[in-house]
Nanobody, 122 residues
Framework: VQLQASGGGLVQAGGSLSVSCAAS????????MGWFRQAPGKEREFAAA????????FYADSVKGRFTISRDKAKKTVYLQMDSLKPEDTAVYYC????????????????WGQGTMVTVSS
């Protein structure tokens, strides 16, 4: 399984941006997909997750109400729509696939994308 993240960029505070993550491989049936982020000088942190089959969603408190995670099973793609962006949202955003559970813990995830940079200017 390979995950390819895309869609990052530069946006002004209050703006919106969407990132996506496409999976490759003949068989792709994770239990859940997650988005994590890592700001400069900080540890990687959980942002959002979605169960692949039932579309249950989970969010970090810091993004709840502003970010929306979704998935398209046919396209093997997970999306993160980010609205009302703040400078503190600036980070490299990573997608990840968990084959067994849905979790907020990075160590639970089995496959990772390469990350895409999101920069929010004030």
């Amino acid at each position: 399984v390979q995950l390819q993240a895309s869609g990052g960029g530069l946006v002004q505070a209050g703006g919106s941006l969407s990132v996506s993550c496409a999976a490759s491989g003949r068989t792709f049936n994770p239990y859940a997909m997650g988005w994590f982020r890592q700001a400069p000088g900080k540890e990687r942190e959980f942002a959002a997750a979605i169960t692949w089959g039932g579309s249950r969603t989970f969010y970090a408190d810091s993004v709840k109400g502003r970010f929306t995670i979704s998935r398209d099973k046919a396209k093997k793609t997970v999306y993160l729509q980010m609205d009302s962006l703040k400078p503190e949202d600036t980070a490299v955003y990573y997608c990840a696939a968990d084959m067994d559970v849905v979790s907020r813990a990075a160590y639970e995830y089995d496959y990772w994308g390469q990350g895409t940079m999101v920069t929010v200017s004030s």
